[in-house]
Nanobody, 113 residues
Framework: QVQLVESGGGSVQPGGSLRLSCAASGSRISLSTMGWYRQAPAKQRELVATISSVGFTNYADSVKGRFTISRDTAKNTVYLQMNRLKPEDTAVYYC???????WGQGTQVTVSS
């Protein structure tokens, strides 16, 4: 089992940037595909990006070219760098560890002028 804690959310103007972090404990993130998901009000949770155990990345079409998922195995942490943010990126962002089915508590991202 792994425990996940997200941080780094906040409020930003359109065009701005944020970096989310997902700190894992209890096991090593290198053993699992790790993902970022988001859920906007009254919408279903959707996949944003994943990084496999060997480092392959995958992105939702809506964030390609703007978001970057990465990991630091020494810190056992996954990151989501979000650039050129848009109002439609507003959501609660969740970290997921596929191997253990674990989710973090979420961090709010609000993009508004």
């Amino acid at each position: 089992q792994v425990q996940l804690v997200e941080s780094g959310g906040g409020s930003v103007q359109p065009g701005g940037s944020l970096r989310l972090s997902c700190a894992a404990s209890g096991s090593r993130i290198s053993l699992s595909t790790m993902g970022w998901y988001r859920q906007a009000p009254a919408k279903q949770r959707e996949l944003v990006a994943t990084i496999s155990s060997v480092g392959f990345t995958n992105y939702a079409d809506s964030v390609k070219g703007r978001f970057t998922i990465s990991r630091d195995t020494a810190k056992n942490t996954v990151y989501l760098q979000m650039n050129r943010l848009k109002p439609e990126d507003t959501a609660v962002y969740y970290c997921n560890a596929v191997r253990w089915g674990s989710w973090g508590q979420g961090t709010q991202v609000t993009v508004s002028s």
